[in-house]
Structures are given as structure tokens and as C-alpha cells.
């Protein structure tokens, strides 16, 4: 069975600082990854993917997400942080048997940055 | 419109009312999801349709009852819910072979009395 954690139900950080929302994965095999970001009163917006290739994977807004095979971990971070960056963030992950719909979601993670 | 719509947006209703959440994706996509949102939970997947037909059922109550007339729009029909039912629902569309990622409606905030 596949399966993600995000350990932090939240994360504050300041304004300009950078911030890191951590996540972690099992899954048979190699991964796929996603992160998604939601909004208040809004659906699940994707923000990033790793399928393959080069473990830093850029993405919307200026977040990136790093692959790290060892620690099967997908992190999700930004250089500077915006106050408008405060929403609910989702991993995601998938083996690469399946079809689209095996995707697990993790229970968010909730950033606040504020001034 | 764009992207992956729903309606209603919100919906209150007893526990011996029908009603029916509506989804309707622009995307040209051909698979269409169910997901049930609760705080502090995984997002939890309902149904999955791939060119129209039931690929997944994960063990949702028959008080739940999907349909999906055509690619570009599904439907949850419900039925005697219960007050733990109350969640955010949304849909969500992708294509269903390959890499491609799900997007979703902005959800129906579900409250049942």
C-alpha cells in the first residue's frame, strides 16, 4: 500500500524568510510526486511533480520540491516566503503501476506566514 | 468556463432529503474523481470514472450513489445522509493514463442537519 506523511499540521514563518513543509512517502517502487496547494474556499490547486530525472523539481509561485530517494522524502520549499503563500498544502504520491486514480494524499499541512 | 466546476457551492440538508452535487470539467479530460474532505483527515477518494464507466468504488456507502452521463460531467447523488457525512466534496478530472496530474473544483461544503 502507498502512503504519505506530513508530520507538521503547521508551519509558521516570517515574511522574506525561507520555509520548508515536509513530507514523506511508502510506496512500492519508484514514486511519482505532487504537491498541492488550497486555498480557503477553494479546490486543490497543483503546484509541482516529480516523475524522473533531476531531484530538484521547480514549480508554481516560485516553490520547489526536492526528491530524496534515501530518506523517501519529497520537501516542499521556497526561498521567501509570502504572506499570501498561507494556505493548506498537500503531498500526494502514486506508484507507477497504477493509473492516475491511485493517488494518496497526506492530511496537509497548514502554513502561516505572517508579517 | 474554465477548469473544474461544482454546484452548489454550498449545501445544507436534512437527514431524509435528496439532492445531487454536480461537476462538470472543461479540461478535455477523460477521468473523473469523488473526493470527500474532512479536517485533520486524507483527503479521501469516493468513485472513479475513466471514460465514463466505475473504475474504483472504495467502499462508500450506498447512501452515496455516483453518475457520470458523459466525460465532462459527473454527479453525486444523495440520499438519508447522516450528520457525519458533513464534509467538503469535491471533483476533480484528469486524464487517466500517463503522468497527468488531477485538478480540482473549488468543492460543495456539505452540511447535513
Known amino acids: 500500500a502507498q502512503s504519505v506523511a506530513q508530520p507538521e499540521d503547521q508551519v509558521n514563518v516570517a515574511e522574506g524568510n525561507p520555509l520548508t513543509v515536509k513530507c514523506t512517502y511508502s510506496?512500492?517502487?519508484?514514486?511519482?510526486l505532487f504537491w498541492y496547494v488550497q486555498y480557503p474556499n477553494r479546490g486543490l490547486q497543483f503546484l509541482l511533480k516529480y516523475i524522473t530525472g533531476d531531484n530538484l523539481v521547480k514549480g508554481s509561485y516560485g516553490f520547489e520540491a526536492e526528491f530524496n530517494k534515501s530518506q523517501t522524502s519529497f520537501h516542499l520549499k521556497k526561498p521567501s516566503a509570502l504572506v499570501s503563500d498561507s494556505a493548506l498544502y498537500f503531498c500526494?504520491?502514486?506508484?507507477?503501476?497504477?493509473?492516475?486514480?491511485?493517488?494518496?494524499f497526506g492530511t496537509g499541512t497548514r502554513l502561516q506566514v505572517t508579517l | 468556463e474554465t477548469g473544474v466546476t461544482q454546484t452548489p457551492r454550498h449545501l445544507v440538508m436534512g437527514m431524509t432529503n435528496k439532492k445531487s452535487l454536480k461537476c462538470e470539467q472543461h479540461?478535455?479530460?477523460?477521468?473523473m474523481y469523488w473526493y470527500k474532505q474532512s479536517a485533520k483527515k486524507p483527503l479521501e477518494l469516493m468513485f472513479v470514472?475513466?471514460?465514463?464507466?466505475?473504475?474504483e468504488n472504495n467502499s462508500v456507502p450506498s447512501r452515496f450513489s455516483p453518475e457520470c452521463p458523459n466525460s465532462s460531467h459527473l454527479f453525486l447523488h444523495l440520499h438519508t445522509l447522516q450528520p457525519e457525512d458533513s464534509a467538503l466534496y469535491l471533483c476533480?478530472?484528469?486524464?487517466?493514463?500517463?503522468?497527468?496530474?488531477?485538478?480540482f473544483g473549488p468543492g460543495t461544503r456539505l452540511t447535513v442537519l
Open positions: 500526494a504520491v502514486r506508484d507507477r503501476t497504477g493509473t492516475a486514480s491511485k493517488l494518496s
Open positions: 470514472y475513466s471514460l465514463e464507466e466505475r473504475v
Open positions: 479540461l478535455g479530460h477523460n477521468a
Open positions: 510506496v512500492s517502487g519508484n514514486p511519482y
Open positions: 476533480a478530472s484528469s486524464q487517466d493514463r500517463g503522468l497527468w496530474e488531477q485538478f
